[in-house]
């Protein structure tokens, strides 16, 4: 018994079944990243996932929030990449633990993180992503 608990915790999210569940909660406005495909990587990291723009793009069709869902191969490599993009956002633009820990977060090997300066991740978006993650 025990065995098949640690198997499951070792079997990482998936990006595909997680993505659909979300759209069949409701949200939209979703882009799939796809490691080496145009749009790059989330969080220049070779992983893939997707952004999610939760309010949609603003009066000159720029989008006004993304939420960034990396997806990497295990839960080692999603807590490294978790160490690279605090050591960004606190070295490179500055930002401190308090708001580092309102705009990011990691389940396993998911790394989500909100790219807006303005708009941390609400309780109601954790709890839609940390529902919707799928094996």
Request: charge should be positive; proline fraction near 7%.
């Amino acid at each position: 018994m025990a065995a098949s608990a640690a198997a499951a915790q070792e079997t990482p999210y998936q990006a595909q079944p997680t993505r659909r569940c979300l759209i069949s909660h409701g949200a939209h406005h979703l882009t799939q990243v796809s490691p080496g495909g145009t749009l790059g990587s989330t969080f220049g990291q070779p992983y893939g996932g997707f952004r999610w723009n939760p309010d949609g793009n603003g009066a000159l069709g720029i989008p006004r929030d993304w939420i960034g869902i990396e997806f990497a191969p295990s839960p080692a490599r999603g807590r490294a990449s978790e160490r690279r993009v605090r050591h960004i956002l606190r070295v490179d633009y500055g930002f401190g633990a308090a708001w580092i820990r309102r705009h990011l977060m990691r389940r396993a090997n998911v790394v989500i993180d909100a790219f807006s300066t303005n708009r941390p991740l609400t309780a109601g978006q954790r709890a839609l992503i940390v529902g919707c993650l799928r094996r």
